[in-house]
């Protein structure tokens, strides 16, 4: 059998110590052998693992979980570095996937846990994701245990997860919804074009957003439109809500979708619109509902 | 969607072409050796298909280098950007672009074209190749 590219591991720990021996376990062939390392956590942790470790390792650090931006570019930050260590035979990754348990939002993540396993899997890397078994709910359990293939014990032994789906088959986690979208709009267009929707999306938020802000906005919804309009069915619906702390659009067609699951995360010719929008500096999501398909774009003031 | 029917002149230094889209237009220009593609307004999806053709049509003029100067762009989407790719690596001459604004660096760096596509802040400088 040939060497494995990408090999995404789960784990999860009690205590600082079951951290700890999780960690050290994973890193364990890359202290002996001098392999780089890629490690993302929060400061705080960063600077307990930076006492475990030699000050020998190659270790790269990203603390405060600036790396977790969003998936889109977290998986393409990853390629990065992944690429600029082309010369490495393993390159080992741990870092700490935003989850309600940590501060962050999991609907999303479960994506890009699912993605992972396709997007990095022509680099020899081997990762592994420890959630805190105690602030990790069921539902996060549930997925994590569904998108990595194998699980690593702090007893050392690393077994397989029975209930692993294919990315390509894999479901993702719905969205909670905006409550903005329980008001009404400020503006409701029926079956834009890109330029319609960029030239009242530009009015509208003008003097609400910093100018590279709505810049991105503006990208964002010309992508969502033309998307709409290539892989959608009619009619599309731009709707644009703004909050005292927010400005939101949402971008609807009554198409299913797409038929990937991890569209958008990962740079693909047919899907480029996309996977451009998951780029910009703005919270992407993705949902189906009774409506149809939609790509919700939100950027604060 | 065909192309509009441009507006064909002869200027002093040869051939002028020009089409356009709802929200913008692409002129081709002959300087030297050089054929220049100056693209104005939305490089959208409306305009990216007629930009398509006139890369195909400045090729088939076997210029030295074809550059294509997007300091009048006010947009860039992925669809153009899919245009300028395939420009760079289908045509047979070698291929510059002029790009200097927010509103069209922002997205080529985004998607890390910068790092594949030549990119001059001028067209002098893309016609000079410094």
């Known amino acids: 059998m040939s060497e494995p590219g990408f ?165 993702a986690l719905a969205p909670a919804p905006d409550a903005l979208t329980t008001t009404e709009p400020l503006v409701t267009l029926s079956d834009p074009r890109p330029h319609e929707a960029r030239r009242v999306v530009a009015a509208l938020v003008a003097d609400r957003l910093t100018p590279g802000t709505a810049e991105d906005l503006l990208i964002g919804v010309s992508e969502a439109v033309t998307n709409a309009n290539h892989h959608g069915r009619l009619p599309i619906v731009l709707r644009l809500w703004t909050g005292h702390d927010r400005v939101l659009v949402q971008v609807s067609d009554r198409g299913p979708g797409p038929s990937d699951p991890l569209a958008g995360l990962v740079r693909s010719a047919g899907r480029a619109g996309l996977w451009l929008v998951h780029q910009l500096d703005l919270d992407v999501d993705l949902f189906n509902d009774q409506e149809g398909f939609t790509v919700r774009l939100r950027c604060y003031t | 969607m065909g192309l509009m029917a441009g507006v064909d002149a002869e200027t002093g230094d040869g051939v002028t072409h020009r089409v356009e889209s709802s929200t913008g237009t692409v002129v081709l220009e002959r300087q030297d050796e050089a054929v220049v593609l100056r693209v104005s307004g939305a490089l959208d999806l409306a305009l990216a298909p007629k930009l398509e053709q006139f890369v195909d049509r400045a090729a088939r003029l076997r210029p030295k280098v074809l550059v294509l100067d997007l300091t009048g762009v006010d947009f860039l989407a992925s669809a153009g950007m899919a245009v300028l790719v395939k420009a760079h690596r289908e045509t047979s001459v070698p291929v510059r672009l002029v790009a200097a604004s927010r509103v069209t660096l922002r997205p080529l760096e985004m998607t890390r074209l910068t790092d594949e596509l030549e990119v001059h802040p001028t067209l002098a400088a893309a016609l000079a190749g410094t």
């Open chain 1, 7 to 171: 090999i995404h591991d789960c784990g999860f720990y009690a205590s600082d110590t079951e951290f700890r021996t999780l960690l050290l376990g994973h890193l364990e062939p890359a202290l002996a052998g001098g392999a780089p390392i890629i490690l993302a956590y929060s400061d705080h942790r960063t600077a307990q693992i930076r006492r475990w470790l030699p000050d020998t390792a190659a270790v790269t650090y990203f603390g405060g979980r600036k790396l977790y931006a969003s998936p889109a570019r977290t998986i393409a930050a990853y390629r990065r570095m992944f690429t600029e260590r082309a010369e490495a035979t393993r390159i080992y990754i741990a870092g700490d996937v935003p989850h309600e348990g940590n501060g962050g939002t999991f609907a999303g993540w479960d994506r890009y846990e699912a993605a992972v396993n396709t997007a990095w899997d022509d680099f020899p890397v081997h990762g592994l994701c420890l959630y805190d078994a105690v602030t990790s709910s069921a539902r996060v359990r549930d997925v994590v245990e569904r998108t990595h293939p194998h699980t690593r014990r702090p007893s050392g032994a690393r077994l397989p997860n029975p209930g692993y789906t294919e990315p390509a088959a894999y479901r």
